[in-house]
């Protein structure tokens, strides 16, 4: 365990389906991050939130819609997905504001039908 | 935009030989670079960094080499062994202080 924690590990949704993806983090850092990974691309960032307040959505469509209701837990909501969103998702930590790299979650593998 | 690439999308190598990994960067202004390394099911553990006022450091069994002229970061394993088995990618940081990761080369060791 990387001291962030995922779940669920694995979701089968379908396109009509509400669901949450659910992160926790217990090392005491201040940001967490949303990124998606797809197979043979680059992991994209989707949110960063510092001390719990949103400092970036990049371009992410409206059916991902994040929250963060203190620093320790990061949450994802998803509704109305496409088949195209299936991936896996993964979050990640940092101390605000210091340049070293995140720590990551073990991700959830989101399956859209 | 920023560009993270690596040479080779595979790589394998058999146990007990070292393993070079390769990324290109494109910006010129990114002052941190870091490889991680993601096994089946896992998400990407930290292995190594290095700042850009640097050409080289070494760690347990790995070294990391940086070269600003041709911006190219490379992943050397010393003895590779059959758990080095995983997906490696570099990740840059700009002066924004958001990191831009490659797409990951596969390493597999064959026994």
């Known amino acids: 365990e990387t001291g962030v924690t995922q779940t669920p590990r694995h979701l089968v949704m379908g396109m009509t389906n509400k669901k949450s993806l659910k992160c926790e983090q217990h090392?005491?850092?201040?940001?967490m991050y949303w990124y998606k990974q797809s197979a043979k691309k680059p992991l994209e960032l989707m949110f960063v939130?510092?001390?719990?307040?949103?400092?970036e959505n990049n371009s992410v469509p409206s059916r991902f819609s994040p929250e963060c209701p203190n620093s320790s837990h990061l949450f994802l909501h998803l509704h109305t997905l496409q088949p195209e969103d299936s991936a896996l998702y993964l979050c990640?930590?940092?101390?605000?504001?210091?340049?070293?790299?995140?720590?990551f979650g073990s991700g959830t593998r989101l399956t859209v039908v | 935009g920023e560009s993270v690439g690596l040479h080779l999308p595979t790589l394998s190598v058999q146990e007990g030989d070292n393993s070079i990994i390769n990324c290109a960067y494109s910006?010129?202004?990114?002052?941190?670079f870091i490889w991680y390394k993601q096994e089946s099911g896992k998400g990407p553990q930290f292995i190594i960094d290095?700042?850009?006022?640097?050409d080289k450091r070494q760690g347990q069994r790995v070294t990391v080499l940086l070269n600003k002229t041709v911006k190219h970061l490379s992943l050397q394993i010393a003895a590779t062994q059959p758990g080095d088995s995983a997906v490696y990618f570099c990740?840059?940081?700009?002066?924004?202080?958001?990191?831009?990761f490659g797409t990951g080369t596969s390493l597999t060791v064959i026994p």
């Open positions: 990640a930590s940092s101390e605000s504001g210091r340049v070293y790299g995140y720590t």
């Open positions: 290095i700042r850009s006022n640097m």
């Open positions: 939130y510092n001390f719990k307040e949103q400092t």
């Open positions: 090392l005491g850092h201040n940001a």
């Open positions: 910006n010129s202004a990114s002052d941190y």
């Open positions: 990740a840059e940081k700009n002066t924004g202080n958001q990191f831009y």
